[in-house]
């Protein structure tokens, strides 16, 4: 695999790097909100760490999340081009997400769902191997040793479930706790 691919638009993506890049986007994501439900439960007095906390995900956030969007765009339009669609398209899901959660706040949880079927549908779902308008086949993204158990992707997929879920739960814990 080269590394490189990872920002780049063109080419495709196969399912296995667009499940390994989703299982570390909701990896990331729990860690965020683990640290955001931390701070919100843990009272209201400002503490050494807390502040040492909120210094340290000040400085890191910002770049870290803009290299981890621009990985996950660009991974996600190389898939669509996987499946002989423009990459143009997920800017469409993009605005239907974003104005569906901010229009309907009360139904977010449908938003997060219809997220999570695209993402499972684009993790699972075979692409035609055959060279197509946008380039040949995919790379193999993990090593040929994980190529030759089909469990892994399945492990990956459940991953990135469980991952995307627990932010929700995190929050909502933190909700009935207010």
Not at 124 to 149: I, M, Y
């Amino acid at each position: 695999m080269n590394w490189l691919n990872l920002f780049r638009f063109s080419g495709r993506a196969g399912r296995e790097e667009f499940a390994a890049v989703s299982l570390v986007m909701q990896l990331v994501s729990c860690v965020l909100s683990a640290g955001g439900v931390w701070l919100v439960l843990g009272g209201n007095e400002m503490s050494l760490l807390k502040s040492l906390f909120l210094i340290a995900v000040g400085l890191v956030q910002i770049p870290v999340l803009v290299f981890l969007v621009w990985i996950s765009i660009a991974v996600f339009f190389r898939r669509l081009h996987d499946f002989n669609w423009s990459g143009w398209w997920y800017i469409g899901y993009l605005i239907l997400v974003t104005v569906g959660a901010f229009v309907w706040s009360d139904s977010q949880w449908v938003f997060t769902v219809l997220g999570l079927v695209l993402i499972l549908f684009f993790s699972l779902k075979r692409a035609n191997p055959a060279a197509n308008r946008f380039a040949p086949a995919a790379e193999p993204f993990f090593p040929a040793v994980f190529s030759t158990h089909p469990w892994v992707l399945g492990v990956i997929v459940a991953g990135t479930v469980v991952f995307s879920l627990l932010p929700l739960l995190m929050l909502g814990l933190a909700a009935a706790a207010l």
